[in-house]
């Protein structure tokens, strides 16, 4: 939805013109939204912030821009970008009451990464999300194999998918999702093409076959009543 402002150079009080995208989703609520513009100040030369108004929670926030101006000699300036929209309140992933009883430490170090995800914390989160599945993918072993506990808990997450994950699919999700994670802790990647959304998408999908896996033993344990 492109929009046309004029708004203050700080710096000078000249008056500039930006055309923009405006955001979509609130940062508060996470609502699909028209924001209704408030106020816009260009802070530098390829700077700007929008103030902006969302009628599903009214609340207030700001969008800051990249811009870029048509013409040097103009006072006419054209948005590249949205950089991003704060304040950014983080909202919970909610899981299974399964997978939380499962692992319950992986739902709380999930949602952390999360949390530093949604706060532009980037260069952290993978490893958060690293740590997450290593909790998940441990504690699903000794669900399967409590006999194991003590030496599931101390083998290396590649060592534990080889040995104690039986289900295909979920060994390859969590085998290539700890690549990606392990890139997020070294200084060169090696999984040049992916990054932490892929490495999300295989945990999300990891949580729908152990979930299944869950349902299905819950299902087994069902006896016939006479």
Request: aromatic share 10%; with cysteine; glycine share 2%.
């Amino acid at each position: 939805m492109e929009k046309s402002v004029s708004l203050i150079n700080n710096l000078n009080s000249n008056t500039r013109y930006l055309t923009y995208d405006a955001v979509e989703q609130c940062p508060i609520c996470k609502a699909k939204i028209r924001p209704v513009h408030l106020a816009a100040s260009l802070n530098t030369s390829d700077t700007a912030s929008v103030f902006n108004y969302c009628h599903n929670c009214n609340e207030t926030f700001i969008t800051q821009y990249k811009v870029l101006r048509k013409d040097p000699k103009s006072s006419y300036y054209a948005v590249a970008n949205i950089v991003y929209s704060e304040p950014n309140r983080f909202s919970k992933h909610v899981f299974d009451e399964r997978i939380i009883n499962l692992s319950p430490q992986f739902d709380k170090i999930y949602n952390q990464a999360l949390a530093a995800e949604s706060s532009m914390l980037d260069e952290i989160a993978g490893l958060g999300y690293r740590k997450a599945l290593e909790f998940l993918i441990k504690d699903f072993a000794i669900h399967e194999h409590p006999n194991e506990k003590e030496s599931i808990k101390v083998k290396p997450l590649a060592q534990c998918i080889k040995s104690y994950i039986a289900n295909e699919s979920i060994t390859t999700l969590a085998e290539r999702s700890a690549w990606i994670g392990n890139d997020e802790a070294h200084y060169i990647r090696k999984q040049e093409d992916r990054d932490v959304s892929d490495m999300k998408n295989f945990i999300q999908a990891i949580v729908y076959f152990i979930g299944m896996i869950l349902i299905t033993e819950d299902a087994a344990s069902m006896t016939p009543k006479k």
